[in-house]
């Protein structure tokens, strides 16, 4: 199992692979009126890690990922004009991989990757 520290840029983008597609699905299913169980279940476990995260963090993940403008909204225009104040490209890369971890963790996300936390 790795830490969150631990683990190398490769991992932390295949970790950012397999959480996006769960932040799109959560973005997509929101706007639904009919849903099913299931996905009600996906909804509320999903909404129960985003409110989970710290304030920054979850700033980064909800208007960069879950929002409905998400898909205009680019990690520059995050870090030099959401970000308040304004931070550079390795802070806030840094920030959206830890929400990522913590996403994963939670989720329990197939993420190829051994995770653990302390």
Same mark, same amino acid.
């Given at each position: 199992?790795?830490?969150?520290?631990?683990?190398?840029?490769?991992?932390?983008?295949?970790?950012?692979?397999?959480v996006i597609p769960?932040?799109?699905?959560y973005r997509i299913l929101r706007s639904l009126e009919n849903i099913n169980d299931a996905q009600e279940t996906f909804l509320r476990r999903m909404e129960k890690a =985003? /409110?989970?995260l710290p304030s920054i963090e979850?700033? $980064?993940?909800?208007?960069?990922?879950?929002?409905?403008d998400s898909d205009y909204v680019t990690d520059?225009?995050?870090y030099n004009i959401y970000m308040n104040p304004p931070v550079c490209v390795v802070t806030y890369s840094s920030i959206r991989d830890r929400a990522m971890f913590k996403i994963a963790?939670? =989720? /329990?996300?197939d993420t190829g990757?051994?995770?653990? $936390?302390?």
């Open positions: 199992m790795k830490l969150f520290k631990s683990l190398t840029t490769s991992e932390k983008r295949k970790i950012r692979e397999a769960e932040l799109e699905q =985003l /409110e989970g979850k700033l $980064v993940i909800t208007k960069r990922y879950t929002d409905n520059y225009q995050m963790l939670f =989720l /329990e996300i990757i051994d995770l653990k $936390v302390c």
